[in-house]
């Protein structure tokens, strides 16, 4: 069958890499890819936005089944816009729709739908301009540090954590004032968790599920998880302190009620959900869902699974999940993203690339690249992730680190430290 991959990132990349290697998968499409996507299938120079582009796409190669990568087509329905077109009502689309997909789209809702629902999240308030005084006041007696985030998406960048009153006051009227544009015209104000971070993926056919390997991500720019948030600098999986008596509480006291509470507000949710968790003590707490995979522990998710990925979505498209067995490979992945000097400030682009076919024992998943006269060029802030999958995780970690050195573009920039503090 023809498919169709959206979105440009290293998780589409990842997709490709493991789609390509389906015999169900005849031709694949990526829209709009990047410069490497295109060695697994067929860039297309769409937005995935542009539903009527994705439409003609669509037709025109007879795709019959769509993997939609990125959050923001899904928050803007684009599985709704199949379902209610009749040429394309029964192509599968991998992905919620936009009824699901709101547990990204507002932090609101998924606050209110934790509550509703029984699961551990920690304590919040939410707050509009027309409520301002009121969320001023509230900040005055709230323990420190305050962690505000914009309801909306705002493109990784919406959450702030403040170490004072003032500065959470300060920055609360920011937001409200279109710091993060609409997605800030509401804003939760969240209680800080001190505890360690990690996320639990799942596929859901709005039935059934599977629970896909978990992963550890790192956002911060520099080494020893210091300076600015970024979207993703590397990631780990399997994560070594989330043992199987910790997943197994995860499962029943986050993940089952949240599937059951999807089912009981009559959302029909078919698609991947992240359960953005802290593990607080021995016990889980999620901070945040979202409706895809995440970017960069998709570069270290795909590669543990063994399955044919194609067969996995059919079985989500068909609600077949039930009683499907996943499996896992018993190895470690380690993934190091390769950035554009300057990121996540500004950066410049267009920087030609050399080194990628000098990587040893690693994968190398394009992000924000471009090719270019026959040149892989830089065209994003997150340029490459080096993904290598090895026996044991200092292992992964040596190799993916090794081979990042080994990628050469002006001002380009990696961790070195990525994991090194789980081995």
């Known amino acids: 069958m023809n498919i169709l991959i959206l979105g440009s990132g290293g998780r589409e990349s990842a997709f490709a890499w493991k789609i390509r290697q389906s015999t169900l998968c005849s031709q694949l499409f990526i829209a709009p890819g990047n410069g490497g996507t295109g060695a697994y299938g067929k860039n297309v120079n769409i937005n995935p936005n542009n539903f009527e582009a994705v ?24 599985h709704d816009f199949f379902l209610n077109d009749a040429d394309l009502a029964g192509i599968p689309v991998i992905g919620p729709k936009k009824e699901g997909a709101i547990l990204e789209g507002s932090k609101d809702f998924s606050k209110q739908f934790m509550a509703r629902h029984g699961i551990p999240t920690p304590g919040s308030q939410s707050f509009t301009n027309d409520t301002l005084a009121e969320g001023l006041a509230y900040l005055e007696n709230h323990s420190l540090p305050i962690v505000l985030k914009a309801d909306g998406l705002a493109a990784g960048k919406g959450v702030l954590i403040c170490q004072t009153v003032d500065e959470a006051k300060e920055e609360l009227q920011l937001m409200l004032g279109g710091k993060f544009g609409n997605a800030g015209s509401l804003v939760v104000i969240e ?3 001190t505890g360690i971070e990690l996320s639990v993926f799942v596929l859901t056919d709005g039935d059934n599920y599977v629970i896909l390997p978990e992963a550890k991500d790192y956002k911060k720019i520099g080494q020893g998880d210091s300076g600015l948030n970024t979207g993703g600098m590397g990631s780990v999986s399997p994560v070594l302190f989330a043992d199987e008596k910790f997943l197994k509480e995860v499962e029943q006291s986050i993940i089952i009620p949240t599937i059951n509470g999807l089912k009981k507000d009559n959302i029909d949710y078919t698609g991947f959900i992240f359960f ?8 889980p707490m999620i901070i945040e869902y979202n409706c895809r995979m995440g970017d960069p522990e998709t570069e270290s998710v795909i590669p543990r699974i063994e399955n044919d ?21 018993p190895k470690n992945a380690a993934t190091v993203m390769v950035v554009a000097g300057g990121y996540p400030g500004d950066y410049e682009k267009g920087k030609a690339i050399t080194g990628i076919d000098n ?6 998943f394009h992000a924000g690249t471009v090719l270019e006269g026959g040149v892989v060029k830089t065209n994003g802030g997150r340029v490459i992730a080096i993904t290598s999958l090895q026996d044991s995780q200092f292992d992964a970690l040596q190799s993916a680190t090794a081979d990042a050195a080994r990628i050469y573009f002006d ?13």
């Open 276 to 283: 953005g968790l802290f593990k607080v003590g021995d016990k």
């Open 411 to 423: 001002g380009k920039y990696f961790r070195e430290d990525i994991g090194f503090d789980l081995v």
């Open 309 to 329: 990925l194609v067969d996995l979505f059919l079985a989500v498209a068909g609600k077949e999940l039930g009683g499907y067995q996943l499996k896992i490979s």
């Open 359 to 364: 990587i040893r024992q690693s994968t190398a």
């Open 55 to 78: 439409k003609a796409l669509v037709l025109k190669e007879q795709v019959k089944l769509v993997v939609v990568g990125p959050e923001e087509p899904l928050v803007n329905g684009i």
């Open 191 to 193: 209680e800080y968790l």
